[in-house]
């Protein structure tokens, strides 16, 4: 997975989409130290990037897709 500098290799979206609901779920469980809140917090929101970095890259790869020529009836696949 991605540290800090992005040296390592970028988890999918669905692995970073199931660690991010298991974040949560920890979250939501409570039970843990200011400290360890404030971890998964910082974990969760990096996840949650990855996420939208992965969508937002399905999404230009669908419109680019869209915007090819096709074979004129107008049906994209």
């Known amino acids: ?3 800090e500098k992005g040296t390592a290799e970028k988890p999918s979206y669905e692995q970073a989409r199931d660690e ?3 974040v949560v779920k920890r979250l ?3 039970g843990l130290t200011l400290e360890e809140s404030l971890g998964l ?3 969760g929101e ?3 990037e990855i996420c ?3 969508l937002e890259g399905a999404r230009a790869r669908l419109a680019a897709a869209l915007d090819r020529p096709g074979d004129g009836d107008g049906a994209p696949f």
Do not use: K
């Open 41 to 43: 917090w910082e974990r």
């Open 20 to 22: 991010l609901t298991e």
């Open 28 to 30: 939501e469980a409570g």
């Open 46 to 48: 990096r996840l949650a």
């Open 52 to 54: 939208e970095e992965w």
């Open 1 to 3: 997975m991605a540290d």
